[in-house]
């Protein structure tokens, strides 16, 4: 059974290449662009891992993580950010939400697709 | 010319040399000629646009008139010398420098002025950053098309084959983003670009309205002669594009036409030439509260209060909600100012008026002095907390006594060392 990625993202042509690109690497990606339903929309999701952008209409991924991680069996969910803001505090702010792994756009394919697989490889093994 | 000679000598002194009538350059500057004849006898205090006008018309610095030639260059030297980790031990011996290496020294006080200049402008550069929401926006857009163009260029080029159909979705896609990277980066330009339109210029609605403040000077004759009305004003500004900014250059100037009425300005004149600029002393002499002859003075034409004036007032946040600038005095256009400020003292303590000499630290040593109140504005009512404003009026030091206090600018760009007030690092050290 393939692997599910739940991506949050407000950009549409962002969305279009990661879907691609994980559909391409084996996984089943479900998108979704707004942020006030996000944390349902995970949680009836149940992912192995989730891409989310900082800056999404309705709520901040700060607060979709910080939510997140106050439901049940959602606390060790693996959460890659991805965000266009890349300065020391949001990063640092990032990772007091909750955040597992946190990177800068505009990214590399091949940085995204490695995250995925190590934060889900690592997920496994806990 | 002497050393010791004021400014209105100098002016006088200046205008004879050029064989200028006293009335051709008052024409020149927009003012009487008795007036002018007040000035130059030194019973009227200069500064301000005035000074500029008539170094402009007499072709000269303002520093020239104000200081003098040979003033102006050791006071740029003792600054220089002075706002190092550690002063310089031949402080005491500028003079002597000065007159031994006039070259040098003239290089020396050139270099510390341009550095003065750019500090400046990196202080304004990175409030912008910080604080702007709209550039903020732009650069999020921009880099956020720029992700979304790396991510499909990179399935573009990859070696492995794609299907017709994701390619032609994908060709679709870079089109769309590039001709989104193409108008963020024109929308981005043209909102950096301050120079041409007031469209080019539109930020936040507070700096449209501070825009219209400055372009009149702070003071609106019509206003007091009721022949415009706070509406008619707003309606005609070409600076106040957005109507949050007009609703708020409204509340302005409403708040103006109210202490207007309470202290009409041929009685504040007459005030003034009576008691001088001190607030405290005019509020006595008309039995009003203080803080309307405060936001009076603040908002007063310099010739006719004899001396430039800064204005800030602001809320029980701190937050501004007028910016009248002075001198070198500087002003946070965005985010917070520095604490020590007498306005944020008086806020901790209504009702009780501060004056203070201080001192902007990294702005040439110039002394202020400053008058700040805070009252309670808006109804009373039980039950109801108070909603707090305070003022702040800052006058250039003239021959004050009084040791300064130290005070910033933000914290951003202030390097006073060992602050308690301090809220983050400077970005003006270690090697800028």
């Known amino acids: 059974m393939s692997r599910h990625v739940v991506l949050i993202e407000d950009e549409p042509n962002i969305t279009e290449a990661i879907r691609f690109l994980l559909l391409r690497d084996g996984w089943t990606v479900e998108a979704h662009a707004d942020g006030a339903s996000a944390v349902e929309f995970i949680e009836a999701a149940k992912p192995d891992i989730v891409i989310l952008d900082l800056m999404l209409p309705g709520k901040s991924g700060l607060d979709v993580v910080r939510e997140l991680r106050e439901r049940d069996g959602a606390q060790d969910l693996p959460v890659l950010m991805l965000t266009a803001r890349g300065q020391i505090k949001d990063r640092e702010m990032a990772e007091k939400a909750g955040v597992t792994r946190f990177m800068t756009k505009p990214f590399a394919n091949a940085e995204v697709l490695t995250a995925v697989r190590d934060l889900c490889a690592q997920a496994e093994q806990r | 010319?002497?050393?010791?000679?004021?400014?209105?000598?100098?002016?006088?002194?200046?205008?004879?040399?050029?064989?200028?009538?006293?009335?051709?350059?008052?024409?020149?500057?927009?003012?009487?000629?008795?007036?002018?004849?007040?000035?130059?006898?030194?019973?009227?205090?200069?500064?301000?646009?005035?000074?500029?006008?008539?170094?402009?018309?007499?072709?000269?610095?303002?520093?020239?008139?104000?200081?003098?030639?040979?003033?102006?260059?050791?006071?740029?030297?003792?600054?220089?010398?002075?706002?190092?980790?550690?002063?310089?031990?031949?402080?005491?011996?500028?003079?002597?420098?000065?007159?031994?290496?006039?070259?040098?020294?003239?290089?020396?006080?050139?270099?510390?002025?341009?550095?003065?200049?750019?500090?400046?402008?990196?202080?304004?550069?990175?409030?912008?950053?910080?604080?702007?929401?709209?550039?903020?926006?732009?650069?999020?857009?921009?880099?956020?098309?720029?992700?979304?163009?790396?991510?499909?260029?990179?399935?573009?080029?990859?070696?492995?084959?794609?299907?017709?159909?994701?390619?032609?979705?994908?060709?679709?896609?870079?089109?769309?983003?590039?001709?989104r990277l193409a108008d963020s980066s024109r929308t981005l330009v043209s909102f950096l670009d301050e120079e041409n339109t007031i469209a080019d210029k539109q930020g936040m609605p507070q700096d449209e309205v501070d825009r219209f403040l400055a372009d009149h000077s702070y003071h609106f004759p019509a206003l007091e002669a009721e022949s415009e009305t706070p509406a008619s004003l707003v309606a005609h500004a070409p600076q106040l594009q957005s109507q949050v900014a007009k609703d708020i250059a409204q509340r302005v100037l409403e708040g103006y036409g109210h202490n207007m009425r309470r202290l009409p300005l041929r009685l504040l004149m007459s005030g003034i030439a009576e008691c001088g600029t001190e607030p405290g002393a005019l509020a006595q002499k008309f039995n009003v509260p203080l803080e309307h002859v405060m936001l009076r003075l603040g908002m007063m034409a310099e010739e006719d209060l004899g001396t430039e004036v800064g204005c800030v007032v602001c809320d029980a946040s701190g937050a501004a909600l007028l910016r009248r600038p002075i001198g070198n005095f500087s002003i946070p256009q965005y985010g917070a100012a520095c604490p020590l400020w007498p306005l944020y003292q008086a806020l901790s303590r209504p009702h009780i008026p501060l004056r203070r000499v201080i001192e902007?630290?990294?702005?040439?040593?110039?002394?202020?002095?400053?008058?700040?109140?805070?009252?309670?504005?808006?109804?009373?009512?039980?039950?109801?907390?108070?909603?707090?404003?305070?003022?702040?009026?800052?006058?250039?030091?003239?021959?004050?006594?009084?040791?300064?206090?130290?005070?910033?600018?933000?914290?951003?760009?202030?390097?006073?060392?060992?602050?308690?007030?301090?809220?983050?690092?400077?970005?003006l050290r270690d090697g800028f």
Not at chain 2, 2 to 28: F, K, N, P, W, Y
Not at chain 2, 111 to 125: A, F, K, P, Q, Y
């Open chain 2, 1 to 179: 010319m002497a050393r010791h000679m004021l400014t209105g000598s100098r002016i006088r002194e200046r205008r004879l040399v050029l064989g200028l009538r006293q009335a051709d350059l008052a024409r020149q500057v927009g003012i009487s000629a008795s007036y002018l004849n007040l000035i130059e006898h030194n019973r009227r205090r200069i500064g301000g646009k005035l000074l500029v006008a008539i170094a402009q018309a007499l072709g000269v610095e303002p520093s020239m008139l104000t200081e003098g030639a040979e003033e102006t260059l050791l006071s740029a030297l003792r600054e220089a010398g002075s706002e190092g980790s550690a002063p310089v031990a031949e402080l005491d011996r500028t003079e002597e420098f000065a007159s031994r290496f006039p070259g040098w020294a003239e290089v020396l006080a050139t270099s510390h002025r341009r550095i003065g200049v750019l500090e400046r402008t990196v202080e304004v550069l990175s409030d912008r950053l910080t604080h702007d929401p709209q550039l903020a926006a732009s650069l999020h857009e921009m880099l956020s098309t720029a992700a979304a163009i790396r991510s499909t260029a990179d399935i573009l080029a990859s070696d492995d084959p794609l299907e017709p159909e994701w390619l032609d979705r994908f060709h679709q896609n870079l089109n769309q983003d590039a001709q």
């Open chain 2, 360 to 427: 902007q630290q990294g702005r040439g040593g110039q002394k202020f002095v400053c008058y700040a109140y805070a009252w309670h504005a808006g109804p009373a009512g039980f039950g109801t907390d108070p909603l707090v404003q305070a003022v702040m009026l800052i006058f250039p030091s003239v021959d004050e006594k009084e040791e300064p206090v130290s005070v910033g600018a933000s914290c951003r760009v202030c390097t006073r060392e060992g602050c308690d007030a301090r809220r983050e690092p400077t970005i």
